[in-house]
């Protein structure tokens, strides 16, 4: 079984342009999550997706971060325009139903370095 | 609010001895307790979780885990440490009452087994 794809694996840009991220998830898996990972800490919450639908993105800046999952299955995060404080790992995972025993398998990663 | 503490920035462990990370969660309810591990640069990877049932569970890569209600701990064991055992170790905990199933993570622990 495939597992979480995403791409790129490393961006390198400058302050003020746009980014934006992939992630394929795992098939058959209803519920998507976007993490934020900086260095020396744990993954922060961004957004969650139940199918097509935003359930929980009250994490995410939404000045300069969104993000969309057409058709329920791959999902886009963007950044617009990024920040020297952006720099950091984007972590996208994906889970088989909610629930919250359910376990949440992670993508390699966007490594994001804002020059 | 739910959080979760790892009381160890780095634990180094010799190989063949046994290995401890340890783990302490605040939550409200019984939690639901996942171990995670980070090789660099890839995603993370899913150890073990507590959910209900016997207090010690048994995951990927011989590692377990004990849950410890009084103690509100979780650590994470492996009774002969291997030199690619060393990595980040993540715990992360979520709280039953919590409908959206929120994962806090703990600030990870680095493993350094050393031949």
């Known amino acids: 079984e495939a597992g979480v794809v995403q791409s790129p694996r490393y961006k390198i840009i400058e302050k003020k342009q746009p980014v934006a991220f992939w992630c394929n998830p795992i098939?058959?898996?209803?519920?998507l999550y976007w993490y934020l990972q900086n260095l020396g800490q744990g993954p922060e919450l961004l957004i969650r997706?139940?199918?097509?639908?935003?359930?929980?993105d009250s994490q995410l800046p939404k000045d300069r971060f969104s993000a969309e999952r057409l058709k329920g299955v791959d999902s886009t995060l963007k950044i617009q325009p990024a920040e020297l404080g952006d720099s950091a790992v984007y972590l996208c995972?994906?889970?088989?139903?909610?629930?919250?025993?359910?376990?949440?398998?992670f993508g390699p990663g966007t490594r994001l370095t804002v020059l | 609010a739910q959080s979760v503490a790892q009381p160890e920035d780095q634990v180094n462990v010799a190989e063949g001895n046994p290995l401890t990370v340890k783990c302490t969660y605040s939550?409200?309810?019984?939690?639901?307790l996942f171990w995670y591990v980070q090789y660099p640069n890839r995603g993370l990877q899913f150890l073990l979780k507590?959910?209900?049932?016997?207090?010690l569970v048994k995951g990927s890569y011989g590692f377990e885990a004990e849950f410890n209600k009084s103690q509100t701990s979780f650590h994470l064991k492996k009774p002969s440490a291997l030199v690619s055992d060393s990595a980040l170790y993540f715990c992360?905990?979520?709280?039953?009452?919590?409908?959206?199933?929120?994962?806090?993570f703990g600030a990870g622990t680095q493993v350094v087994v050393t031949p």
């Open positions: 995972a994906s889970s088989l139903v909610a629930g919250v025993s359910d376990t949440q398998y």
């Open positions: 098939s058959g898996h209803n519920t």
């Open positions: 997706y139940e199918n097509e639908e935003a359930v929980d």
């Open positions: 939550v409200s309810g019984n939690p639901y």
């Open positions: 507590y959910i209900t049932g016997d207090n």
């Open positions: 992360a905990v979520r709280s039953p009452t919590d409908s959206w199933g929120k994962f806090q």
